[in-house]
C-alpha cells in the first residue's frame, strides 16, 4: 500500500499501483503546481461502470442538478452533485478504484474522506465555458482537499480545463454563479477577486492536457482553474472525485453553499471533523465486516 510506504519514508519513485505509475516528482508536483495529470488511472471496466452510473443521473436528475448554460447554447451544460448515495456506481469508483489511494499520496496524508462526486457533461457543441474559479469558496471545508477530474470521453487539448499552476499557494478567491457572475456566497469586497487571466495569459503558469479516458487530472480545492466549452462533434461526460484530508474540519455557512448538504448543520457542528456517513473515510480501506 502507497500510504504506508510513504510514511516508514522510503522513496516511492516508480511504484506501480496496479499499472498507474505515480513517483515522487508527481507528488512533488502537485505540492509545487497544486495539479498533476495521471494518465491510466481508471480502468476500462471501471469506466464502464461510470458510464452506467452517469446515464442513470442524466435519466433522474437529483434535486441539486443544474443547467449552466443559456437556452440558445447549442449544447447543454448539465451538472449534478452528491449522487453517489442513489448511485453505486460512483460509490463503487470513488472508494473502491485507486482513486483514493492516489488522492491520500498526492496529498501526502495517510487517510482521505470523500467528499461528493460532481457530474459536468457538456454536450457535443456546448459553447459555454466554465469560468476560473477555486472550489474551496464553494464548499464547507476548512482544510485541503483534492479533487480527481475523471472523464469518460477523449478530451482535446482545445476542451480540456485549464489550471493556474501555484495558485493554490494564493489567497481565498471571490467565488461567484458561472452564468452571471453573481456573488451568491462570501459578501462582494470579502475576497480578492480572481484576476482577468485571458487579459493577459502569458503573465500565469497555465496547465491543460489533451486527455484519453482512463487520465485523470488530480488538482488541489484552492487551484484556480476553469474549461472551455466543447466546440467538438462528440459530447464530454465527466464525473469529479472529491476526497478531504481526514483532517479537514466542517464549516457552517451562513449561506446555502455549492453543493448544499440540508440539515447537515444539525448533525456536524462548526469545526468537527467530517465524521458523518455523507463523508466516509476512502482511504485506507475500512474492512469488510464479515
Ligand atoms: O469540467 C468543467 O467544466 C469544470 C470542472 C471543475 O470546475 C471542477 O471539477 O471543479
Given at each position: 500500500?502507497?500510504?504506508?510506504?510513504?510514511?516508514?519514508?522510503?522513496?516511492?519513485?516508480?511504484?506501480?499501483?496496479?499499472?498507474?505509475?505515480?513517483?515522487?516528482?508527481?507528488?512533488?508536483?502537485?505540492?509545487?503546481?497544486?495539479?498533476?495529470?495521471?494518465?491510466?488511472?481508471?480502468?476500462?471496466?471501471?469506466?464502464?461502470?461510470?458510464?452506467?452510473?452517469?446515464?442513470?443521473?442524466?435519466?433522474?436528475?437529483?434535486?441539486?442538478?443544474?443547467?449552466?448554460?443559456?437556452?440558445?447554447?447549442?449544447?447543454?451544460?448539465?451538472?449534478?452533485f452528491?449522487?453517489?448515495?442513489?448511485?453505486?456506481?460512483?460509490?463503487?469508483?470513488?472508494?473502491?478504484?485507486?482513486?483514493?489511494?492516489?488522492?491520500?499520496?498526492?496529498?501526502?496524508?495517510?487517510?482521505?474522506?470523500?467528499y461528493h462526486?460532481h457530474?459536468?457533461?457538456?454536450?457535443?457543441?456546448?459553447?459555454?465555458?466554465?469560468?476560473?474559479?477555486q472550489d474551496q469558496p464553494y464548499y464547507n471545508v476548512e482544510g485541503?482537499g483534492?479533487s480527481?477530474?475523471?472523464?469518460?470521453?477523449?478530451?482535446?487539448?482545445?476542451?480540456?480545463?485549464?489550471?493556474?499552476?501555484?495558485?493554490?499557494?494564493?489567497?481565498w478567491?471571490?467565488p461567484?454563479?458561472?452564468?452571471?457572475?453573481?456573488?451568491?456566497w462570501?459578501?462582494?469586497?470579502?475576497?480578492?477577486?480572481?484576476?482577468?487571466?485571458?487579459?493577459?495569459?502569458?503573465?500565469?503558469?497555465?496547465?491543460?492536457?489533451?486527455?484519453?479516458?482512463?487520465?485523470?487530472?488530480?488538482?488541489?480545492f484552492l487551484?484556480?482553474?476553469?474549461?472551455?466549452?466543447?466546440?467538438?462533434?462528440?459530447?464530454?461526460?465527466?464525473?469529479?472525485?472529491r476526497?478531504i484530508?481526514?483532517?479537514a474540519r466542517h464549516v457552517?455557512r451562513?449561506w446555502?453553499t455549492s453543493p448544499e448538504f440540508?440539515?447537515?448543520?444539525?448533525?456536524?457542528?462548526?469545526?468537527?471533523?467530517f465524521?458523518?456517513?455523507?463523508?466516509?473515510?476512502?482511504?485506507?480501506?475500512?474492512?469488510?465486516?464479515?
Amino acid at each position: 500500500m502507497l500510504w504506508i510506504i510513504r510514511h516508514v519514508r522510503v522513496p516511492i519513485s516508480g511504484v506501480d499501483l496496479n499499472g498507474t505509475m505515480v513517483d515522487d516528482s508527481a507528488i512533488e508536483a502537485f505540492a509545487r503546481d497544486g495539479v498533476v495529470a495521471v494518465r491510466g488511472v481508471i480502468k476500462p471496466p471501471e469506466l464502464e461502470l461510470l458510464a452506467e452510473g452517469v446515464s442513470r443521473v442524466v435519466d433522474a436528475p437529483g434535486t441539486r442538478a443544474n443547467v449552466a448554460s443559456r437556452e440558445t447554447d447549442p449544447g447543454r451544460f448539465f451538472e449534478d452533485f452528491v449522487r453517489w448515495p442513489d448511485t453505486p456506481e460512483f460509490e463503487q469508483v470513488a472508494l473502491r478504484s485507486q482513486l483514493p489511494e492516489l488522492a491520500a499520496a498526492l496529498l501526502d496524508s495517510p487517510s482521505v474522506r470523500f467528499y461528493h462526486d460532481h457530474v459536468l457533461i457538456k454536450e457535443a457543441g456546448t459553447s459555454q465555458s466554465t469560468p476560473w474559479h477555486q472550489d474551496q469558496p464553494y464548499y464547507n471545508v476548512e482544510g485541503r482537499g483534492i479533487s480527481a477530474w475523471v472523464p469518460l470521453d477523449p478530451i482535446p487539448r482545445a476542451g480540456s480545463p485549464e489550471f493556474w499552476a501555484g495558485s493554490h499557494r494564493g489567497p481565498w478567491r471571490m467565488p461567484r454563479t458561472f452564468l452571471d457572475s453573481e456573488a451568491k456566497w462570501f459578501p462582494e469586497g470579502s475576497l480578492v477577486e480572481i484576476p482577468d487571466i485571458d487579459a493577459d495569459r502569458s503573465a500565469y503558469d497555465i496547465r491543460q492536457w489533451a486527455l484519453d479516458p482512463g487520465d485523470v487530472v488530480f488538482f488541489n480545492f484552492l487551484t484556480v482553474h476553469c474549461a472551455p466549452g466543447f466546440p467538438f462533434d462528440h459530447g464530454r461526460r465527466v464525473v469529479s472525485f472529491r476526497y478531504i484530508d481526514a483532517e479537514a474540519r466542517h464549516v457552517v455557512r451562513p449561506w446555502a453553499t455549492s453543493p448544499e448538504f440540508p440539515g447537515l448543520a444539525d448533525e456536524l457542528g462548526e469545526g468537527e471533523l467530517f465524521d458523518h456517513p455523507l463523508f466516509p473515510v476512502a482511504w485506507p480501506p475500512v474492512p469488510a465486516i464479515r
